[in-house]
């Protein structure tokens, strides 16, 4: 079965550095997104991409966070000054459409800022 | 062994019993809804889903109920086995501008007793 794979499973980084996750979705699929989970808390919607443009992002996504899609297959999302409270999960996911359809998650980055 | 809403985090059932964990949604303008599995260190993963023109969906072993009027939504597993072990998550598909996003619930962590 295909699946949402994404790397590095974990991240760590200082403060202020600059971070890129990677995420490979579906092939099939058109619809992206990031979500990410601070550690017991529940899942959090950032940013959905579909036609190579951000459809709908998050109070959360603000201008430190940016998505891309640099090719047929990649999908990243670029924290440009991370700041502590930036550690999380961040889980990636993919649909092969919009509303009413489920999205595929993969296993996530763990992401720590010291 | 059921939980009520989500103000309960954890939910502790005996092996071959069935389980039902309960979720109260808050957007009355949702029809879409999922629930997903949780397991340790990964991300989640989808259950079952049901639209809102249905009350009631059956899966190998699970089924979703959907009360509109109260809001409410629950997951029903048969013959709990070890591997259920994880935390639930339902999500409602909430629209929001040109794209609908997934709002996550705060999710139950069931634990299946040998």
């Known amino acids: 079965e295909p699946e949402v794979t994404q790397t590095p499973s974990h991240q760590v980084t200082q403060m202020g550095q600059e971070v890129i996750l990677r995420c490979v979705p579906i092939s099939n699929h058109l619809y992206f997104y990031w979500y990410r989970q601070i550690l017991g808390q529940k899942v959090e919607f950032l940013v959905s991409?579909?036609?190579?443009?951000?459809?709908?992002k998050s109070e959360i996504f603000d201008d430190q966070f940016s998505v891309e899609r640099p090719d047929g297959s990649n999908f990243t999302l670029k924290i440009r000054s991370t700041k502590l409270e930036d550690s999380a999960m961040y889980f990636c996911a993919s649909s092969p459409q919009g509303p009413g359809a489920p999205l595929h998650f993969g296993n996530g980055t763990r992401l720590t800022v010291t | 062994g059921e939980n009520v809403g989500l103000h309960l985090p954890t939910l502790s059932v005996q092996e071959g019993d069935n389980s039902i964990i309960n979720c109260a949604y808050s957007?009355?303008?949702?029809?879409?809804f999922i629930w997903y599995k949780q397991e340790s260190g990964k991300g989640p993963q989808f259950i079952i889903d049901?639209?809102?023109?249905?009350d009631k969906r059956q899966g190998q072993r699970v089924t979703v109920l959907l009360n509109k009027t109260v809001k409410h939504l629950s997951l029903q597993i048969a013959a709990t086995q070890p591997g259920d072990s994880a935390v639930y998550f339902c999500a409602e598909n909430t629209f929001s501008g040109s794209a609908r996003q997934l709002t996550f619930g705060s999710g139950t962590q069931l634990t299946v007793l040998p």
């Open positions: 991409f579909y036609n190579n443009e951000i459809s709908e």
């Open positions: 049901i639209r809102s023109n249905m």
């Open positions: 957007n009355s303008a949702s029809d879409y």
